[in-house]
Protein backbone atom coordinates (compact mmCIF):
# COMPACT_ATOMS: atom_id res chain seq x y z
CA UNK A 1 0.00 0.00 0.00
CA UNK A 2 1.41 3.63 -0.77
CA UNK A 3 0.55 6.96 0.96
CA UNK A 4 -0.05 9.93 -0.99
CA UNK A 5 -0.95 12.48 0.86
CA UNK A 6 -0.37 13.40 4.35
CA UNK A 7 -2.00 16.03 6.81
CA UNK A 8 0.00 18.01 9.68
CA UNK A 9 -0.10 21.21 12.18
CA UNK A 10 1.66 23.75 13.11
CA UNK A 11 3.05 23.70 16.53
CA UNK A 12 1.12 27.01 18.12
CA UNK A 13 3.39 28.83 20.26
CA UNK A 14 1.57 27.29 23.60
CA UNK A 15 3.00 23.93 22.69
CA UNK A 16 5.25 24.08 25.87
CA UNK A 17 2.19 23.82 28.04
CA UNK A 18 0.48 20.48 26.26
CA UNK A 19 0.45 17.43 28.50
CA UNK A 20 3.70 15.95 28.96
CA UNK A 21 5.73 13.28 31.55
CA UNK A 22 8.90 14.82 30.28
CA UNK A 23 10.97 16.51 33.82
CA UNK A 24 14.14 18.71 32.22
CA UNK A 25 14.71 21.50 29.68
CA UNK A 26 11.91 23.94 28.81
CA UNK A 27 10.95 22.99 25.08
CA UNK A 28 12.18 25.91 22.80
CA UNK A 29 9.46 27.00 20.40
CA UNK A 30 11.66 28.27 17.69
CA UNK A 31 13.25 25.01 17.72
CA UNK A 32 10.36 23.03 17.01
CA UNK A 33 9.13 25.00 14.07
CA UNK A 34 12.21 24.42 12.58
CA UNK A 35 11.99 20.39 12.88
CA UNK A 36 8.81 20.36 12.25
CA UNK A 37 9.80 22.36 9.10
CA UNK A 38 12.49 19.36 8.30
CA UNK A 39 9.77 16.80 9.04
CA UNK A 40 7.13 18.37 6.75
CA UNK A 41 10.15 18.57 4.10
CA UNK A 42 10.59 14.52 4.67
CA UNK A 43 7.15 14.02 4.17
CA UNK A 44 7.71 15.63 0.88
CA UNK A 45 10.69 13.56 -0.17
CA UNK A 46 9.10 10.70 0.72
CA UNK A 47 6.75 12.01 -2.66
CA UNK A 48 3.47 12.46 -0.45
CA UNK A 49 1.29 15.94 -0.90
CA UNK A 50 1.04 17.62 2.94
CA UNK A 51 -1.11 19.51 3.80
CA UNK A 52 -0.66 22.29 6.45
CA UNK A 53 -3.22 23.27 8.91
CA UNK A 54 -2.69 26.35 11.18
CA UNK A 55 -1.53 26.07 14.56
CA UNK A 56 -4.54 25.84 17.48
CA UNK A 57 -3.19 28.43 20.48
CA UNK A 58 -5.63 27.37 22.53
CA UNK A 59 -4.62 23.63 22.38
CA UNK A 60 -0.63 23.55 22.56
CA UNK A 61 -0.84 19.04 21.91
CA UNK A 62 -3.15 19.99 18.63
CA UNK A 63 0.08 19.34 16.35
CA UNK A 64 -0.03 15.80 17.37
CA UNK A 65 -2.75 15.03 14.95
CA UNK A 66 -2.23 11.58 14.49
CA UNK A 67 -4.37 11.21 17.68
CA UNK A 68 -7.87 12.08 16.57
CA UNK A 69 -8.40 10.51 13.49
CA UNK A 70 -7.51 7.15 11.91
CA UNK A 71 -7.60 7.27 8.29
CA UNK A 72 -7.35 3.67 5.96
CA UNK A 73 -8.51 3.36 2.30
CA UNK A 74 -11.76 2.07 3.12
CA UNK A 75 -12.50 4.54 5.79
CA UNK A 76 -12.02 7.59 7.95
CA UNK A 77 -12.32 7.95 11.32
CA UNK A 78 -12.78 10.84 13.68
CA UNK A 79 -11.39 9.38 17.38
CA UNK A 80 -11.91 10.50 20.33
CA UNK A 81 -9.03 11.28 22.49
CA UNK A 82 -8.63 9.94 26.15
CA UNK A 83 -6.85 13.42 27.38
CA UNK A 84 -9.82 15.64 28.48
CA UNK A 85 -7.94 18.97 27.02
CA UNK A 86 -7.24 17.26 23.93
CA UNK A 87 -11.01 16.42 23.28
CA UNK A 88 -11.74 19.84 21.68
CA UNK A 89 -9.10 18.80 18.79
CA UNK A 90 -11.17 16.74 17.00
CA UNK A 91 -14.00 19.57 15.78
CA UNK A 92 -11.14 21.21 14.15
CA UNK A 93 -9.92 17.87 12.25
CA UNK A 94 -13.42 17.41 10.85
CA UNK A 95 -13.55 19.56 7.88
CA UNK A 96 -10.11 18.68 6.49
CA UNK A 97 -11.16 15.10 6.77
CA UNK A 98 -14.37 15.55 4.86
CA UNK A 99 -11.97 17.77 2.29
CA UNK A 100 -9.00 15.38 1.66
CA UNK A 101 -10.56 11.73 2.23
CA UNK A 102 -12.12 11.87 -1.05
CA UNK A 103 -15.40 9.21 -1.02
CA UNK A 104 -14.29 7.37 1.97
CA UNK A 105 -17.03 7.10 4.71
CA UNK A 106 -16.35 8.84 7.87
CA UNK A 107 -16.94 7.59 10.88
CA UNK A 108 -16.77 9.13 14.40
CA UNK A 109 -16.19 7.82 17.65
CA UNK A 110 -18.56 8.33 20.68
CA UNK A 111 -18.82 8.25 24.31
CA UNK A 112 -17.58 6.56 25.97
CA UNK A 113 -14.99 5.09 23.56
CA UNK A 114 -11.71 6.76 23.90
CA UNK A 115 -9.12 6.10 21.23
CA UNK A 116 -5.86 8.28 20.70
CA UNK A 117 -4.83 7.71 16.83
CA UNK A 118 -1.22 6.83 18.31
CA UNK A 119 -2.19 3.70 20.22
CA UNK A 120 -3.15 2.08 15.87
CA UNK A 121 -0.81 0.58 14.09
CA UNK A 122 -1.74 -0.79 10.93
CA UNK A 123 0.24 -3.53 9.39
CA UNK A 124 -1.19 -4.89 6.27
CA UNK A 125 -4.01 -6.64 7.30
CA UNK A 126 -3.89 -6.48 10.97
CA UNK A 127 -4.51 -3.66 13.65
CA UNK A 128 -3.07 -3.96 16.93
CA UNK A 129 -4.60 -1.45 19.52
CA UNK A 130 -2.79 -0.22 22.58
CA UNK A 131 -4.94 -0.67 25.63
CA UNK A 132 -3.52 2.47 27.36
CA UNK A 133 -4.25 5.34 29.72
CA UNK A 134 -6.04 7.19 26.71
CA UNK A 135 -7.63 4.49 25.06
CA UNK A 136 -10.64 2.57 26.98
CA UNK A 137 -11.92 -0.44 26.15
CA UNK A 138 -14.80 0.57 24.11
CA UNK A 139 -12.43 2.57 22.23
CA UNK A 140 -10.79 -0.56 20.92
CA UNK A 141 -14.79 -2.33 20.99
CA UNK A 142 -15.88 0.76 18.66
CA UNK A 143 -12.49 0.31 16.51
CA UNK A 144 -13.33 -3.49 16.02
CA UNK A 145 -16.66 -2.60 15.08
CA UNK A 146 -15.70 -0.48 12.16
CA UNK A 147 -12.91 -2.22 11.12
CA UNK A 148 -13.68 -6.13 10.91
CA UNK A 149 -16.40 -5.29 8.57
CA UNK A 150 -13.97 -3.83 5.79
CA UNK A 151 -11.83 -7.14 6.13
CA UNK A 152 -9.02 -5.91 8.94
CA UNK A 153 -8.13 -8.43 12.09
CA UNK A 154 -7.94 -6.12 15.13
CA UNK A 155 -5.72 -7.32 18.08
CA UNK A 156 -5.97 -5.41 20.97
CA UNK A 157 -2.26 -4.60 22.98
CA UNK A 158 -1.94 -4.14 26.42
CA UNK A 159 0.36 -0.91 26.77
CA UNK A 160 1.56 -0.96 30.46
CA UNK A 161 4.64 1.37 29.77
CA UNK A 162 4.94 4.53 27.66
CA UNK A 163 2.33 7.26 26.84
CA UNK A 164 0.90 5.05 23.29
CA UNK A 165 1.62 1.70 21.80
CA UNK A 166 3.32 3.38 19.19
CA UNK A 167 5.89 4.97 21.44
CA UNK A 168 7.02 1.59 21.98
CA UNK A 169 6.31 -0.35 18.50
CA UNK A 170 6.24 0.78 14.94
CA UNK A 171 6.52 -1.66 11.41
CA UNK A 172 9.35 -0.91 9.42
CA UNK A 173 7.54 -3.06 6.59
CA UNK A 174 4.93 -5.77 5.79
CA UNK A 175 7.55 -8.24 7.70
CA UNK A 176 9.35 -6.34 10.09
CA UNK A 177 8.22 -4.33 13.20
CA UNK A 178 10.78 -2.19 15.73
CA UNK A 179 9.83 -2.41 19.74
CA UNK A 180 11.21 -1.06 22.65
CA UNK A 181 13.09 -3.79 24.89
CA UNK A 182 9.60 -4.20 26.65
CA UNK A 183 7.22 -5.44 24.40
CA UNK A 184 9.17 -7.27 22.09
CA UNK A 185 8.18 -10.64 22.95
CA UNK A 186 4.85 -9.14 23.86
CA UNK A 187 2.80 -12.24 21.77
CA UNK A 188 -0.19 -9.89 20.53
CA UNK A 189 3.04 -8.67 18.31
CA UNK A 190 2.90 -11.50 15.80
CA UNK A 191 -0.39 -12.79 16.68
CA UNK A 192 -2.60 -13.93 13.65
CA UNK A 193 -0.52 -12.56 11.22
CA UNK A 194 -0.38 -14.64 7.95
CA UNK A 195 3.61 -14.44 7.81
CA UNK A 196 6.02 -14.90 9.89
CA UNK A 197 7.07 -11.12 11.36
CA UNK A 198 10.58 -10.43 12.59
CA UNK A 199 10.51 -8.31 15.78
CA UNK A 200 13.78 -6.06 16.19
CA UNK A 201 13.67 -5.32 19.83
CA UNK A 202 15.81 -2.28 20.95
CA UNK A 203 17.50 -1.81 24.10
CA UNK A 204 15.55 0.60 26.56
CA UNK A 205 17.95 3.49 26.45
CA UNK A 206 16.99 3.92 22.63
CA UNK A 207 12.72 3.19 23.89
CA UNK A 208 11.99 6.05 22.43
CA UNK A 209 13.74 5.31 18.77
CA UNK A 210 10.69 2.55 18.47
CA UNK A 211 8.62 5.10 16.78
CA UNK A 212 9.98 5.12 13.24
CA UNK A 213 7.73 5.84 10.31
CA UNK A 214 7.72 4.23 6.94
CA UNK A 215 6.49 5.97 4.08
CA UNK A 216 6.29 4.29 0.75
CA UNK A 217 10.48 3.90 0.00
CA UNK A 218 11.08 6.11 2.92
CA UNK A 219 11.87 5.42 6.06
CA UNK A 220 12.00 7.80 9.24
CA UNK A 221 13.65 7.50 12.04
CA UNK A 222 14.95 9.85 15.18
CA UNK A 223 18.58 11.22 15.31
CA UNK A 224 20.66 10.41 18.03
CA UNK A 225 19.82 6.98 18.22
CA UNK A 226 22.93 4.80 17.26
CA UNK A 227 21.95 0.89 18.19
CA UNK A 228 18.35 1.58 16.27
CA UNK A 229 20.34 3.49 12.74
CA UNK A 230 22.52 0.26 12.81
CA UNK A 231 19.43 -2.31 13.14
CA UNK A 232 17.45 0.13 10.66
CA UNK A 233 20.76 -0.03 8.01
CA UNK A 234 21.15 -3.80 7.96
CA UNK A 235 17.33 -4.12 7.93
CA UNK A 236 17.42 -2.25 4.64
CA UNK A 237 20.37 -4.21 3.29
CA UNK A 238 18.22 -6.76 2.93
CA UNK A 239 15.34 -5.71 1.27
CA UNK A 240 14.71 -6.55 -2.32
CA UNK A 241 13.95 -2.75 -3.10
CA UNK A 242 15.67 0.33 -2.29
CA UNK A 243 15.01 1.99 0.42
CA UNK A 244 15.58 5.55 2.20
CA UNK A 245 16.53 6.38 5.80
CA UNK A 246 16.14 9.90 6.35
CA UNK A 247 17.20 10.73 10.39
CA UNK A 248 15.54 13.79 11.76
CA UNK A 249 16.12 15.74 15.29
CA UNK A 250 12.85 15.05 17.20
CA UNK A 251 14.16 16.75 20.63
CA UNK A 252 11.44 19.14 21.32
CA UNK A 253 8.35 16.95 19.98
CA UNK A 254 10.49 14.12 22.51
CA UNK A 255 10.05 16.51 25.23
CA UNK A 256 5.95 16.73 24.61
CA UNK A 257 5.75 12.97 24.91
CA UNK A 258 5.65 13.11 20.87
CA UNK A 259 7.61 11.08 18.28
CA UNK A 260 7.21 10.80 14.50
CA UNK A 261 4.26 9.29 13.52
CA UNK A 262 2.31 11.68 15.77
CA UNK A 263 3.16 14.64 13.81
CA UNK A 264 1.25 13.37 10.54
CA UNK A 265 -1.97 11.70 9.60
CA UNK A 266 -0.77 9.44 6.21
CA UNK A 267 -3.58 8.44 3.99
C1 LIG B 1 -0.06 14.13 24.70
O1 LIG B 1 0.31 13.83 25.83
O2 LIG B 1 -1.19 13.85 24.28
C2 LIG B 1 0.89 14.88 23.80
N1 LIG B 1 1.71 15.75 24.58
C3 LIG B 1 1.75 13.91 23.03
C4 LIG B 1 0.98 13.10 22.01
C5 LIG B 1 1.86 12.22 21.22
N2 LIG B 1 1.13 11.56 20.21
C6 LIG B 1 1.37 10.33 19.77
O3 LIG B 1 2.20 9.62 20.33
N3 LIG B 1 0.63 9.89 18.78
Redesign the pocket.
Known amino acids: HRFERAIVRRPASTFGE ?3 TFEGPAPDHARMLEQHAAYVAALRGAGLTVTELPALEAFP ?1 AH ?1 V ?2 VALIVPELAIATRPG ?1 GA ?1 EGEVAAMLDTLALLCGDRPRAQLEAPATL ?3 DVLVHERRVLVGRSDRSNAAGVAALRQLLEPRGYAVVEVPVAQG ?2 F ?2 SVTALGPRTLVAAASFASLPELTLGAPEPVEVLALPEAEAYAANTLRINDTVLIPAGFPTLAERVDRWRRAQAEPLSVVALEMSEAQK ?4 L ?2 LSLRF
Do not use: Q, Y
Not at 256 to 259: E, R
Open positions: GLTDFEDARDGGLHKSMDGATC
